[in-house]
């Protein structure tokens, strides 16, 4: 039996847990440019199928003046890999490789291409990003949190 509707709401049954969340958000982002951040917030959240992220990170990047061709070819962005900058490819396969971790961790190679790009406290930054979208991400999958429709 399929269950319709949002589960729970963690952001009531769990206070402390959601501040926490919402701190670790805000601290992961510090010094980060907003568009490459959605760009990977959207991507990740596309390989975690969750509705409720894709819809506010892909206004949120429009917001942060991300075009709509790379909003449209994110799926995709490695055929599409002249749309986006060096340091856009490289924070968005390491966001894929933490994201997935098909092979149980993160490839040297995926890695040190993002290392060339950004310092060692930008990778920390983003890193910390990949890790928080995902904990969102799964909130919101586990809960069933539905985007609300918009006309």
């Not at 596309?46 to 075009?67: E, I, P, S, Y």
């Not at 950004?118 to 928080?132: H, M, N, P």
């Not at 979208?133 to 919101?140: D, G, K, P, S, Y």
Request: glycine residues 2%.
């Amino acid at each position: 039996m399929t269950t319709t509707g949002q589960r729970l709401n963690i952001a009531q049954l769990a206070p402390d847990v959601y501040k926490a969340m919402v701190a670790l958000d805000s601290a992961a982002r510090k010094g980060l440019d907003p568009t490459l951040v959605e760009l990977m917030l959207t991507r990740a959240s596309q390989l975690n199928h969750c509705a409720w992220c894709l819809d506010m990170h892909t206004r949120d990047a429009r917001k942060a003046g991300v075009t709509e061709q790379k909003l449209y070819l994110l799926n995709a962005w490695e055929e599409a890999r002249d749309l986006y900058s060096d340091k856009e490819r490289a924070a968005l396969a390491l966001t894929e490789a933490v994201t997935v971790l098909t092979d149980g961790f993160v490839p040297d190679a995926v890695y040190n291409e993002a290392a060339e790009h950004f310092a060692d406290a930008e990778l920390a930054q983003l890193i910390s990003v990949i890790l928080t979208i995902n904990a969102w991400n799964r909130i919101a999958v586990t809960s069933r949190m539905a985007p609300p429709v918009r006309d």
